[in-house]
């Protein structure tokens, strides 16, 4: 039997609120303050779960990094067909394009978030 119900992956970012925003769009998501956890939240339709945590001292992860590459970053399905309509709709809600060719594979396109969490589109 399980004892873990659930889990939620909790960014960082020096304005949480502004980040729950940018995914509860990317993701059609409900955007929440969870006063227990002291941070907002996002869940998508999917059931999906994301946290944002404030932290005065943010500094954005930097990718790639020579000396700490293999960093957290989300990946977020797209279903086949629809990776253009994602990708204008990530980069009008603020994301920056980090590398739309990810290596050749047609499939993958690799972002920023407006606080600078890499995340990747992927269709499939």
Do not use: I
Not at 6 to 23: I, K, R
Not at 73 to 91: I, K, M
């Amino acid at each position: 039997m399980a004892t873990v119900a659930s889990a939620v992956l909790v960014l960082d970012s020096g304005e949480p609120e502004q980040l729950a925003l940018f995914y509860g769009a990317l993701l059609g998501g409900e955007v929440e303050y969870n006063p227990k956890a002291d941070r907002f939240e996002v869940t998508a339709a999917s059931g999906a779960r994301l946290g944002f945590r404030r932290d005065t001292g943010f500094a954005p992860p930097s990718w790639p990094r020579p000396d700490d590459s293999q960093q957290t970053h989300l990946e977020l399905l797209v279903p086949d067909g629809d990776l253009d309509a994602a990708e204008r709709a990530a980069v009008t809600h603020g994301a920056r394009p980090v590398d739309t060719q990810h290596g050749g594979n047609p499939d993958l396109r690799l972002y920023c978030d407006p606080a600078g969490h890499t995340f990747t589109l992927r269709a499939g």
